[in-house]
């Protein structure tokens, strides 16, 4: 009878164990995948200016889990004369008193609009402030700024690169104690290990 206690109690104790982890890992995924995120991020590359020429690039991501309606891109200046637009979606262009407003349509989760606009005026986009006059917004919300984040990138170089130096470390270190390592200095570090045990 004590046996089948402690099979039983064992059996829980292993079963736990490897259900506990189990239900802590896959507790956040259920969470986010019940959640509907909502997040709309642009990235914005230029202007590159040759002669009184000047082109950019804008692109649109959707990486929420729902649809947005009705993307537009606010321009900063007004497109009057000279201009070729570029993107990936059919578009309309309405003006207005100071901007120009570009209408792109309806984006799913996980996708992404690439707009290339050539203007050849020397006057557009004549300050780089200009910039922050830039909007882009669905139905439901406003865009974010998708800028690269240099302090995470350099937290990201420095973790890759301190791997790669622990890993070549242990590596050499493995070497040394097989080839080059003292036979005494090995039989001093054995013993120690087997006290341990």
């Known amino acids: 009878m004590a046996d089948t206690k402690t099979n039983r109690s064992m059996l829980f104790a292993f079963a736990s164990g490897i259900l506990i982890p189990l239900v802590a890992v896959a507790i956040p995924y259920l969470i986010d995948l019940r959640q509907e995120s909502e997040e709309l991020t642009f990235r914005f590359e230029g202007p590159i200016e040759v002669k009184n020429t000047k082109a950019f690039s804008i692109s649109v991501r959707n990486e929420g889990k729902k649809l947005e309606e009705s993307i537009e891109i606010q321009l900063p200046d007004k497109l009057e004369k000279n201009y070729k637009i570029s993107t990936t979606s059919p578009y309309e262009l309405?003006?207005?008193?100071?901007?120009?407003?570009?209408?792109?349509?309806?984006?799913?989760?996980?996708?992404?609009?690439?707009?290339?606009?050539?203007?050849?005026?020397?006057?557009?986009?004549?300050h780089l402030y200009s910039l922050e006059k830039m909007k882009v917004r669905s139905k439901d919300q406003l865009a974010k700024l998708d800028e690269p984040n240099e302090m995470m990138e350099f937290f990201y170089m420095a973790g890759f690169w301190g791997f790669i130096l622990l890993f070549l470390l242990s590596i050499f270190a493995g070497i040394y104690q097989e080839f080059f390592e003292s036979k005494e200095a090995k039989e001093k570090r054995l013993m120690k290990e087997l006290e341990k045990l």
């Open 94 to 126: 309405e003006q207005a008193k100071d901007f120009s407003v570009l209408k792109l349509g309806d984006l799913r989760p996980e996708e992404e609009f690439q707009v290339s606009i050539l203007v050849d005026d020397s006057t557009y986009f004549l």
